[in-house]
């Protein structure tokens, strides 16, 4: 898929969990400007790696229990799951080429 897909606490577990795929979960709110400025660069990567990568976004003011889970404190958080279990944790706004240096470490 090209476009990160909205995922909540009932979809949680079959996009992320069970995914057999690298997954970049991005955990923003409407109210956070730097999440506002990762949010492009979230859809580029999400054509760039189309096919390789499931790019899913957590609203935590919607879908709080899932940032609680993962230990989310501060937003933007990125997580990247690899076989369903948290791999890499991105903190803050971060340029393109880290997003992208951490995609491609997990998938190797």
Known sequence: M???ISVTEQTFGDVVL???NLVMVDFSASWCGPCKAVDPLIDELAREYSGRVTFAKVNVEESNS????????GLPTILIF???KPFSQING???KAELKKRLDAALT
């Not at 899932?66 to 404190?73: C, E, F, L």
């Open 2 to 4: 090209s476009q990160p």
């Open 18 to 20: 069970a995914n057999k």
């Open 66 to 73: 899932i940032a609680t889970r993962y230990g989310v404190q």
């Open 82 to 84: 690899k076989e369903g």
């Open 93 to 95: 706004a971060k340029p």
